[in-house]
């Protein structure tokens, strides 16, 4: 017998989670661990090289584990590899390109190379090609005095995008049962809980507030995507337990209070999360939506007469130089520089490095637009913005359209829950927090948060296969 008959003898048969053949072979693999680092000492390159073997054998056989760990690993996990330089690899971006080249070696060993249908291939994959192109153009010195990034932070600014797209298609490919999407949004929404807990000073929990924000896992996205998946199953899963709903709006409450009142100065915080809430709320019921408002607004000037005060105060006394340095910052980029390339960009990291050649204020230095808009059409141009608005568009047409197909439970408040998450993520875009984040600026560690609105997202195309076979089995 041939090795590749072997392996395909092997990995042919569905492993439960608790079947014997998966038990031995974790018996053997922990026996064939423990032997090698013993032998090798304390070397950590055999103790991943090991554990990485034994990872690979188990997402082999159960892909959806490796989304749970990226999940969590992306929240709490400081697992990260040097690069030699100031940026490192954390386990979010290990795992993506490690996840997608494991799902499509699987469907070469199967013959069976497919994408499930779905009117979002089309803009992810334009996306992915587009960015790949601006990589390559980014190679024109645009700008005759101009100095290009580094080779390598242009490829990690280009797999930003293209690992973006790449998450979407593995949980939107690897989730065919709503059970994992349901586990991993309480999982997703237990963990929040927690960190919420702890930003509120509560022993034990603060730990893992630290933790989190030391990693960076906790950035505008985090606050927006807590916010919008617990409103969605509050108002629209009838199904939920009392105890469950109760919890629910506890959470919701401490994250809108953690962000408005104790760290109210960072308004991505607050202001994306309360739009995406807005947005779940006013879908629906309008009614509602403008009761909330108004006894929230009351609730608060009451609370804090001068807040509004404070807030135009902070505004012009902290944040005022900041936010016109930021303003001449885009004007520049946009009136200046993206005419050097507009159609394809400058190449993903680039632009940072052609600001010198523009005084901001009279100094010359190097800038970023704090803007992740900006920053995307400066880096891939129209035809990159294009493409990222046909993503957005594409994910929001349909969760709008499933909407119709879930009347109640846990999908359609998933669902709402994406609406009013997209919303708030476009808003965070604009406050310069990131979905796409900049190189230069959050770099690879901002991707920790930025991953969950994909993630989600991914979610949506699942429903769409599940909605689509369950319509074709009521046909038949």
Known sequence: MNNRMFLNKIFARPIELDSPLLVKWLIVATVLFLSAYLARGSSFVYLFGIIGIIG???????????????????????????????????????????????????????????????????????????????LIAGNIRWNLFAVMAPAQTQFAGWAIFVFSAGVVFLVANQIDDQRWLQLFTWLFLVIAGLYMLGRLRVPPFNQLSTLMNGLGADGSVFWIWVAALATGQLLFNPKLHRVIRLGLAGLVGATVYVGFVLARDWASGW???????????????????????????????????????????????????????????????????????????????????????????????????????????????LIGLFCFFWVIGALGWLGWRLRKQFLDGFERGYIYACLGGIAGTLVAC????????????????????????????????????????????SIE
């Open 430 to 473: 604009w406050l310069a927090d990131w979905l796409l984040p900049f190189v230069y600026n959050i770099g690879l560690r901002g991707f920790r948060a930025s991953i969950l609105a994909w993630f989600f997202l991914g979610g949506l195309v699942s429903l769409e296969q599940i909605a689509r076979r369950s319509k074709t089995q």
């Open 56 to 134: 690979v054998l188990i997402l082999i056989r159960l892909p959806r584990i490796g989304l749970l760990a990226l999940l969590v690993g992306s929240l709490v996990a400081p697992i990260s590899i040097g690069t030699g330089s100031q940026t490192q690899l954390n386990i979010t971006v290990i795992l993506i390109p490690a996840l997608l080249g494991l799902w499509l070696a699987d469907m070469v060993r199967r013959h069976k190379v497919e994408l499930v249908p779905s009117s979002v291939n089309l803009p992810l994959f334009a996306l992915a090609i587009s960015a790949t192109i601006s």
């Open 271 to 381: 202001l994306p999360p309360l739009v995406a809430i807005g947005v779940i709320v006013w879908l629906r019921s309008r009614y509602l939506a403008v009761l909330l408002g108004v006894a929230g607004i009351s609730l608060v000037l009451v609370a804090k007469p001068d807040l509004i005060f404070d807030l135009l105060r902070t505004q012009q006394s902290v944040e005022s130089y900041s936010l016109m340095t930021r303003d001449v910052a885009r004007q520049i980029l946009v009136e200046q520089i993206f005419p050097l390339s507009p159609i394809l960009g400058l190449g993903p990291a680039n632009y940072y490095w052609y600001t010198p050649l523009y005084p901001i204020l009279g100094w010359y230095v190097k800038f970023n637009s704090h803007n992740n808009y900006v920053d995307i059409i400066m880096q891939t141009g």
